[in-house]
C-alpha cells in the first residue's frame, strides 16, 4: 500500500518541481528592463522640398524657420532657427531643427 501512495505523491513533486521549471524560464525569457530610459531632447529631423522659380532648387540656401500656433494666421511660438548654407539637391534638404521646449501637447 505504501507504494501506491508513494507514487502520485512523488509524481505531483515532480510536476511542481518541472512547473517551477517552466516558470523560471519564462521569467528567464523576458528582456532585462532599463533602470531609466535618456531623456529624449527637443531637436529633430525636418525634410522639405524647395522651388526656386518654378523649378526644383539646387545649390546652397540659407533658410529660416519658424513654428506657428495655427496654418494661416496663428502666432508664432518659441524662437526663430537659421540655417546657412543648407544643401538642397533638385528641391530635397534636411536639416535638424530645435526650438526649445514648446511642444506641451498643443497642436502646433
Keep these: 500500500m ?13 510536476f511542481l518541481l518541472a512547473g517551477a521549471g517552466v516558470v523560471q524560464a519564462v521569467e528567464n525569457a523576458r528582456p532585462p528592463t532599463a533602470p531609466f ?11 522639405g522640398y524647395l522651388a526656386d ?3 526644383p532648387a539646387d545649390g546652397f540656401y ?26 538642397v539637391a533638385e528641391g530635397y534638404f534636411t536639416v535638424e531643427l530645435d526650438f526649445g521646449i514648446v511642444f506641451d501637447g498643443t497642436a502646433l
Design 37 to 47: 530610459a535618456a531623456p529624449v531632447g527637443t531637436a529633430f529631423t525636418y525634410q
Design 62 to 87: 540659407d533658410f529660416q524657420f519658424m513654428l506657428y500656433d495655427d496654418p494661416g494666421a496663428g502666432a508664432p511660438v518659441g524662437s526663430t532657427v537659421t540655417k546657412d548654407n543648407v544643401d
Design 2 to 14: 505504501l507504494r501506491k501512495t508513494a507514487l502520485p505523491i512523488a509524481l505531483t513533486i515532480v
Design 53 to 55: 522659380g518654378g523649378a
